[in-house]
């Protein structure tokens, strides 16, 4: 599994999620890919970001197979998560 989250340094959201992030990493054993979109426009461009951040895009053999949009607290991101595993 591979996740890879894209926010930027002006959103809340993001901000207010950053400290969920350590921890989504522990629970799972996953390093998360963190992309923000003010410095790495490039590589983000695939994901075809719209106008609300974060998005979380879940990857299991390359292929999306989950995208989580806006803000969430530890426990819905957890719960999401769990149902694709």
């Known amino acids: ?23 989504i990493e522990e629970d799972y054993n996953v390093k998360i890919k963190h992309l923000d979109l003010d410095f790495d426009e490039e590589e983000v461009k695939p994901y075809n970001v719209g106008d609300i951040l ?3 895009v879940i990857k299991k053999d390359g292929k999306e197979i989950k995208r989580i949009i806006g803000e969430k607290n530890y426990d819905s991101l957890k719960k999401e998560i769990d149902e694709i595993l």
């Open 54 to 56: 974060p998005v979380i």
């Open 1 to 23: 599994m591979e996740i890879i989250k894209i926010g930027a340094m002006w959103c809340p959201a993001c901000l207010v999620m950053k400290k969920i992030w350590p921890k």
